[in-house]
């Protein structure tokens, strides 16, 4: 449990309510940069195409660090998993009808189901994925654009 807030006055006196942006951006520069890599042949054809987004997506960022590469496969794995006991669940529907007898069963794969979505949606969170997650990254600036495009560009809106 937290404690009381302090006021205002509290928190300017201890010299506490002064915000500095510049601490949140802490380490901005990528040393080792995670290059684009094709995703691992033995998963399904729509996570290859998820990994494929978002390595495309992130690897032009810059926010990917080697690393960061077994998470990245960790959570794809978790993705990975997912879908195929989703696929599974959707198959034994057809072919079994489910009965009393088979509730363990498909209670089973509905946890299996929605642990593994958990775990890859809170590693994708970590990456940005979410739209909230997303401000909190912090994007190198691309390099400056050459000052011939900027004459080409302004000659062309002139």
């Known amino acids: 449990?937290?404690?009381?807030?302090?006021?205002?006055?509290?928190l300017e006196l201890s010299g506490t309510n002064i915000y500095h942006p510049e601490r949140k951006n802490w380490n901005t520069r990528?040393?080792?940069p995670l290059e684009y890599k094709p995703a691992p042949s033995g998963y399904l054809?729509?996570?290859?195409?998820?990994w494929h987004q978002f390595m495309e997506v992130k690897a032009t960022q810059g926010v990917l660090s080697v690393?960061?590469?077994?998470?990245v496969v960790a959570m794809f794995?978790?993705?990975?998993?997912?879908?195929r006991?989703?696929?599974?669940?959707?198959?034994?529907?057809?072919?079994l009808g489910w009965t009393k007898?088979?509730?363990?069963?498909?209670?089973?794969?509905d946890i299996m189901i929605d642990r593994e979505f958990k775990q890859w949606t809170t590693l994708a969170m970590r990456f940005g994925v979410g739209p909230l997650d997303r401000t909190k990254l912090s994007v190198a600036p691309k390099d400056p654009e050459d000052p011939m495009f900027t004459l080409i560009k302004?000659?062309?809106?002139?």
């Open 85 to 95: 006991y989703k696929d599974r669940r959707k198959q034994l529907d057809k072919e």
């Open 45 to 50: 054809k729509r996570t290859q195409i998820a």
């Open 30 to 32: 990528n040393d080792r």
């Open 67 to 71: 690393d960061d590469e077994p998470l």
């Open 77 to 83: 794995d978790s993705l990975d998993r997912h879908l």
């Open 154 to 158: 302004k000659a062309k809106e002139g």
């Open 101 to 109: 007898d088979d509730v363990l069963v498909r209670n089973h794969l």
């Open 1 to 10: 449990m937290a404690g009381k807030r302090k006021t205002l006055k509290e």
